[in-house]
């Protein structure tokens, strides 16, 4: 599966932001999806995710209650829509997808997508 990622841009602290990551090839609905980020000098990290069936999701401590997770299998989209966003929120963000469980750990995803770029401005 080959993803492309897209919505990043540059958002004032508080503001708001909706990331796409569109999936080529067959069978998207069968693939965990996931976010990370990187934020300059830090490690990649987890963000969120959504099981392939969409029942389960799971978010970062940091971003739990402002970004939420979503897919919409019949568009062969994943999204990330970010809400109250803060300064400590900008990075390259990344989505990513796997067979089987939601894994934080960014060294379980097989395929992944070109960062996109989120600045949150003070």
């Known amino acids: 599966v080959q993803l492309q990622a897209s919505g990043g841009g540059l958002v004032q602290a508080g503001g708001s932001l909706r990331l796409s990551c569109a999936a080529s090839?067959?069978?998207?609905?069968?693939?965990?999806m996931a976010w990370f980020r990187r934020a300059p000098g830090k490690d990649r990290e987890s963000v969120a995710g959504i099981s392939a069936t969409g029942g389960v999701t799971y978010y970062a401590e940091s971003v739990k209650g402002r970004f939420t997770i979503s897919r919409d299998d019949a568009k062969n989209t994943v999204y990330l829509q970010m809400n109250s966003l803060k300064v400590e929120d900008t990075a390259d963000y990344y989505c990513?997808?796997?067979?089987?469980?939601?894994?934080?750990?960014?060294?379980?995803?097989?395929?992944w997508g070109q960062g996109t770029l989120v600045t949150v401005s003070s």
């Open positions: 090839g067959r069978s998207f609905s069968t693939y965990v």
């Open positions: 990513a997808a796997r067979k089987a469980m939601i894994r934080t750990d960014p060294e379980f995803y097989n395929y």
